[in-house]
């Protein structure tokens, strides 16, 4: 079975600050692993993902994760946090070729950007 | 494009009431998935429908039920109603779903149910 974890509850950092937010995953084999944003009343935003290749991944709003495969981790990382930037964020896996099995999410992160 | 939407933005129900919440994913899009987001459990997986045909199931009572039309706008229905219920549900849409493991979904903002 896969699982993903957010040992965070909570995050805060200081505007100006690199912010990191961690994720580690359980999957058979090598997975694909997401990060997703959700700000207040609204849905959740696809951030970037991780499917093979560079294990730096960069995607929107400045973010990138590295998948660390030796540690399970795929952690989300801005060089420098924004105000804007606080929201809720999860992270999710899947494990390739496992037919029509659902992505799993962790329990999210909330990140607090302060001025 | 049109985004994903989800009606109604808000629902208040009582106990053993019965809801029902809809969602009309991107256009050509097939795949919506639904799933329930509570503050102490995140996000977890109701059910995948792909061209009108359930795809997957996760844990959740039969109370939980739902489906898909030809034109792949879906319907969650929830029957007799539990405190433990309150939650916002949310639908995801995708081309492929479970199909193409890589593919991101894209969410509606989904609909806060309360349960009194």
């Known amino acids: 079975a896969q699982s993903v974890a957010q040992p965070e509850d909570q995050v805060n950092v200081a505007e100006g600050n690199p912010l990191t937010v961690k994720c580690t995953y359980s999957?058979?084999?090598?997975?694909?692993l997401f990060w997703y944003v959700q700000y207040p009343n609204r849905g959740l935003q696809f951030l970037l993902k991780y499917i093979t290749g560079d294990n730096l991944v960069k995607g929107s709003y400045g973010f990138e994760a590295e998948f660390n495969k030796s540690q399970t981790s795929f952690h989300l990382k801005k060089p420098s946090a924004l105000v804007s930037d606080s929201a809720l964020y999860f992270c999710a896996v899947r494990a390739p070729n496992s037919g029509n099995t659902p992505l799993v999410f962790g329990k999210g992160t909330r990140l607090s950007v302060i001025a | 494009k049109a985004g994903v939407t989800q009606t109604p933005r808000y629902l208040i129900k009582t106990r053993g009431q019965q809801v029902t919440l809809s969602c009309s994913p991107i256009?050509?899009?097939?795949?919506v998935s639904w799933y329930q987001q509570t503050p102490g459990q995140g996000l977890q997986f109701l059910f995948e429908?792909?061209?009108?045909?359930?795809?997957n199931k996760g844990n959740f009572p039969g109370r939980f039920s739902g489906r898909q039309f030809s034109n792949s706008r879906s319907e969650m229905n929830v029957s007799t109603l539990e405190l433990g219920d309150s939650a916002l549900y949310l639908c995801a849409s995708s081309s492929l779903g479970g199909a193409a493991t890589n593919e991101k979904l894209f969410f509606g903002s989904g609909t806060q149910l309360s349960v009194l």
């Open positions: 999957v058979s084999g090598n997975p694909y």
């Open positions: 256009s050509g899009h097939r795949s």
């Open positions: 429908y792909f061209s009108e045909t359930q795809r």
